[in-house]
């Protein structure tokens, strides 16, 4: 089983950043698709942003243009910048990675974005 341990959310003003980060142990980000996912109250989890093995990157597109996914091979880890942010941001963020019958999320991290 891959575990996955997510860091870096918090309280921030409106027009603010945060970096979430997504350590993986067990597995390896390199050859995974993972992706940053997000569920606000009474709303279902949706997709923020998933990188490929290959490298390739998509976004929703409310976070376009603001959010950035990438990775660090050398440390396992998955990140997910996140600038200019706006109060409809709040949610947890879960990150996930998917690799043959590998599904896996993590803790989630909470996110809260003050008007």
């Known amino acids: 089983q891959v575990h996955l341990v997510e860091s870096g959310g918090g309280l921030v003003q409106a027009g603010g950043s945060l970096r979430l980060s997504c350590a993986a142990a067990?597995?390896?980000?390199?050859?995974?698709?993972s992706g940053w996912y997000r569920q606000a109250p009474g709303k279902q989890r949706d997709l923020v942003a998933r990188?490929?093995?290959?490298?390739?990157?998509n976004y929703v597109d409310s976070v376009k243009g603001r959010f950035t996914i990438s990775r660090d091979n050398a440390k396992n880890t998955v990140y997910l910048q996140m600038n200019s942010l706006k109060p409809e941001d709040t949610a947890v963020y879960y990150c996930?990675?998917?690799?043959?019958?590998?599904?896996?999320w993590g803790q989630g991290t909470q996110v809260t974005v003050s008007s």
């Open positions: 996930n990675y998917v690799f043959g019958v590998y599904n896996s």
């Open positions: 067990g597995g390896t980000v390199s050859i995974a698709t």
């Open positions: 990188i490929s093995s290959g490298g390739s990157t």
